[in-house]
Nanobody, 122 residues
Framework: QVQLVESGGGLAQAGDSLRLSCAAS????????MGWFRQAPGKEREFVAG????????YYGDSVKGRFTISRDNAKNTMYLQMNSLKPVDTAVYYC???????????????WGQGTQVTVSS
């Protein structure tokens, strides 16, 4: 079992930055790929960013490329999402997840956090 807790969400204005954190406990953190997803009201859960377990290679959804950066600190069992140049369309609940399959789909993950709300006003 892996437990995940997100933090760092909140209110922001367009153009601001926020950093989300995802603290993991349980099984060896470094064994897993990790990812961030988001879900806005009435929409499906969307892939935001992912980072592989071994090489630390990163992947991003098209809507956040160049603005968001994912990173992980295996020593601290923590993953981060630095979000810059925020836009109102980034408003959503953000979830972190760990898994060992397809990094860009929800099916690739076995464990999920409870989510943290990010709201961006214009």
């Amino acid at each position: 079992q892996v437990q995940l807790v997100e933090s760092g969400g909140g209110l922001a204005q367009a153009g601001d930055s926020l950093r989300l954190s995802c603290a993991a406990s349980g099984r060896a953190f470094s064994r897993y790929n990790m990812g961030w997803f988001r879900q806005a009201p009435g929409k499906e859960r969307e892939f935001v960013a992912g980072i592989t377990r071994l090489s630390g290679r990163t992947y991003y959804g098209d809507s956040v490329k160049g603005r968001f950066t994912i990173s992980r600190d295996n020593a601290k069992n923590t993953m981060y999402l630095q979000m810059n140049s925020l836009k109102p369309v980034d408003t959503a609940v953000y979830y972190c997840a760990v898994g060992d399959r397809n990094i860009a789909t929800t099916g690739g993950y076995d464990y999920w956090g409870q989510g943290t709300q990010v709201t961006v006003s214009s």
